[in-house]
């Protein structure tokens, strides 16, 4: 419980913790954010990491001079692409083992038939949509390496949803972020930020609990 906590209140004030982490680490910062981003769309069991506020504040402080922002797309483009690429694999060899032993800690069945959904819904297209929804990006190359899609094909969306991921929320970050308004109320900001980027994941919910009652 107190795990989680501390992962909320890391998100929700993320712009301080992110300016003391710059502060302490200077450009070993970089290092660290390749690894959240890396971690959170290469790994399974990390879906609960920061992305798309991280980008946001990242893109804020790009615009004040606290990080470069070639260095900030760079690098975060890289751990985007890598990391669905090393989830992928995960899938295709670990997959259905993982499958079969049923729900972990940081592994549901539940995360897995939810992008499943997605994958039935919009194809291979499902690689770049599920950049823009939390738990859904981090299952969706682990699902496409569980159900053999050609790499090749898999690798094409990997790397134009990494771009547009990392690029979109970057930049409104870079040219947004600082306004007045938006600097004052900043938990506010990554607050609606997270509402809006669930909103499918909770359309999915309420679509299936109506579907249930019915039934």
Do not use: Q
Request: glycine share 8%; hydrophobic share 55%; with cysteine.
């Amino acid at each position: 419980m107190e795990f989680i906590k501390g992962v909320i209140e890391f998100i929700l004030h993320i712009d301080r913790h992110l300016d003391v982490i710059i502060k302490s680490f200077g450009s070993w910062t970089y290092l660290l954010l390749f690894i959240i981003i890396f971690c959170e769309t290469g790994l399974v069991v990390t879906p609960f990491l920061p992305g798309d506020s991280l980008l946001f504040v990242l893109g804020a402080f790009s615009a004040v001079g606290s990080t470069k922002l070639l260095w900030v797309l760079v690098v975060l483009i890289c751990a985007a692409i890598i990391g669905d690429s090393v989830n992928y694999s995960l899938g295709k060899l670990f997959g259905e083992r993982l499958l079969a032993k049923g729900d972990h800690r940081f592994f549901k069945r539940e995360h897995v038939e939810r992008t499943h959904r997605f994958y039935e819904k919009y194809g291979g297209k499902t690689i770049i949509l599920a950049r823009f929804v939390p738990i859904v990006r981090t299952f969706a190359p682990f699902v496409a390496g569980i159900g053999k899609m050609s790499y090749l094909k898999f690798l094409a969306y990997n790397v134009v949803g990494g771009i547009l991921w990392v690029a979109i929320f970057v930049l409104a970050g870079y040219f947004f972020g600082n306004i007045p308004l938006i600097k004052e109320h900043f938990t506010i900001v990554i607050f609606v930020i997270i509402i809006i980027s669930l909103l499918p994941v909770i359309t999915e919910f309420w679509k299936n609990a109506n579907l249930n009652k019915k039934n």
